[in-house]
């Protein structure tokens, strides 16, 4: 485009400073944005994946049936705890 054909259509050198301007902030805002996914990607990366083992329970006891099984060798406690 040639400057007669700019001074046509009134895009003076302001316009294009403008519109330059506006350009590069949409584009450091794009690549911004891009490097805030990939650094947010890579936290979650590195986070620490927590999982619990629990001991598989054996013996289930229903609790209302906790006083009819008690005898006095039963204290109602688990199999292979000690008494303090």
Not at 21 to 26: D, G, P, S
Not at 37 to 56: H, V
Not at 58 to 80: E, L, M
Request: a positive charge.
């Amino acid at each position: 485009m040639n400057r007669q054909r700019a001074a046509q259509l009134r895009i003076s050198p302001l316009h294009i400073q403008q519109g330059l301007f506006a350009v590069l902030a949409l584009l450091i805002t794009l690549i911004g944005g891009q490097q805030f996914q990939r650094w947010e990607q890579s936290q979650q990366q590195e986070a620490p994946q927590l999982s619990f083992k629990y001991p598989t329970q054996t013996h289930f006891r229903a609790a209302s049936s906790q006083a009819a099984d008690s005898t006095p060798a039963d204290d109602g406690r688990r199999p292979g705890t000690a008494c303090e």
